[in-house]
């Protein structure tokens, strides 16, 4: 089946530096990739929608210029938290949707594994 | 705007025994898809099934199965025979036009042996 993986898997780092988190599919090409922001118990939360050489497009509220998404090949985005701050902290998950051309049914997201963070 | 519903914050059913997680949903579009999704405490999201908008026969995955009711606009899952393993919660989601999943509020499920 279909494999997204996410790297780290779980981070600690201290206010004030940045943190990147990847997301690969590992056996089909995604032109779209999803990222998603979730509290403990509650919804998952869109933050930005990543085309393949394109810019990213953020959700109302997700302030673009701390949540660096750069979606540089078929296979990989990254979502990059600069000067994080312990209200970042959070579980953090990704998503990869199929080329249309790719025998994968172009309907189906499927989800990395989550990456948690934690800002001290 | 989209928007999915899932109005059982907790449920507990016995082993063995059916349980139905309740999803409405609204939308103006005529085509949409329909998801359900199984979240254990190690936080994968794990497809479990598909509905859309135009299939005329309700989903079927197994254990699970999805009561499409289009006029009332609900995409109820059904999990029969339920095992200790389905304690987990649980996410209905629409895919919007640009292929966006919006996601309700989330059941937790705990089967009881």
């Known amino acids: 089946g279909a494999v997204v993986s996410q790297h780290p898997s779980r981070v600690i780092c201290k206010s004030g530096t940045s943190v990147k988190i990847e997301c690969r599919s590992l056996?089909?090409?995604?032109?779209?990739m999803f990222w998603y922001r979730q509290f403990p118990k509650k919804s998952l939360m869109l933050m930005a929608t990543?085309?393949?050489?394109?810019?990213?497009?953020?959700e109302q509220g997700v302030e673009k210029d701390k949540f660096l998404i750069n979606h540089a090949s078929l296979t990989l985005s990254t979502l990059t938290v600069t000067s994080a701050h312990p209200e970042d902290s959070s579980f953090y998950i990704c998503s990869a949707r199929a080329t249309p051309y790719h025998n994968r049914d172009y309907n189906e997201q499927f989800f990395g594994p989550g990456t948690r963070l934690t800002v001290l | 705007a989209q928007k999915i519903t899932q109005t059982q914050p907790g449920m507990f059913v016995q082993e063995k025994e059916a349980v139905t997680l309740d999803c409405t949903y609204d939308t103006s579009d005529q085509s949409y898809g329909l998801f359900w999704y199984k979240q254990p405490s190690s936080g994968e999201m794990i497809f479990l099934i598909y509905q859309g908008s135009y299939d005329e026969q309700n989903a079927t995955e197994g254990r699970y199965s999805l009561n499409f009711q289009k006029a009332r606009k609900s995409a109820n899952l059904v999990i029969s025979a339920s095992q200790l393993g389905d304690s987990a919660m649980y996410f209905c989601a629409m895919r919007d036009p640009g292929g966006k999943l919006i996601f309700g509020q989330g059941t937790e499920l705990s089967v009881k042996p």
């Open positions: 056996d089909f090409q995604a032109t779209t």
């Open positions: 990543s085309n393949e050489g394109s810019k990213a497009t953020y």
